[in-house]
């Protein structure tokens, strides 16, 4: 097993952004670890694909995009080809606000489970987006740059190879009681509350929490939410770090 994030650390301490508010606050040594993680070999998955290259203004683009650990941000990147092999429909596990939506095939799994224990205990969990292209994202970045200007785009919405939703393990999730929007209402929502206490039990992680803007670059989304299993999540609890400092310590790049 071998942990990449060498290549990240070297990066982020040696790089000068040619832009800082565009790369923001991720690029940043991290302090050593002072909670104790069992060491386990699962926590870090196998490194087959070619090595991950860096382009112009310390980006740097990653061919580990089958990893369930691999690390994306304002600095890491996929490539434009980048799309799961597993990836399948998830019409029918869970209600969705369009027919279509896509994961990867364990992350379906997991989010059929975890919409089915929603609904034991009367919360209706809805999910308003899934697996993003590269040339989906693109669309999805250029409206919001439209809308809101570059600048305020850059902290809520990730651009083209920069979004986890990619991955094919990222989940948008809404409800009817907030419209069926993506906004912070959701955290007071039944539904929101009801994820923030139970998602990780089925290996779901918040990937941008509150008050962690300078760590993350992206601003608090309650709605967000990355598949990174059962035993990643516990042992990212147990680390008490957020997902991308968990990935930068512990992913793959
Ligand atoms: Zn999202």
Known sequence: MVVIVGIASFVYANKTPKN??????????IEPLKAEIPKADTVTASVTAKPSTEISSGVIITEKGDEILVLINKNIRLPETYEPGDLVSIDGLVKTTHSGLLLRAEAAKALGSITKAAKDEGVNLIVLSAYRSFWSQQATFSSWVGSAGLAAAETFSARPGH??????????????????????????????????????????VLSYPEGKEAITGYTYEPWHWRYIGVENTQRMTQSGLILEEFLQRYGVI
């Open 163 to 204: 979004s986890q939703h990619q991955l094919g393990t990222a989940v948008d999730f809404t409800a009817e009681s907030v419209n069926l929007g993506l906004t912070e209402n959701f955290t007071q929502s039944k539904e929101g509350a009801w994820l923030s206490q139970n998602a990780s039990k089925f290996g779901f």
């Open 20 to 29: 800082p508010q565009q790369l923001g606050t991720v690029i940043r040594k």
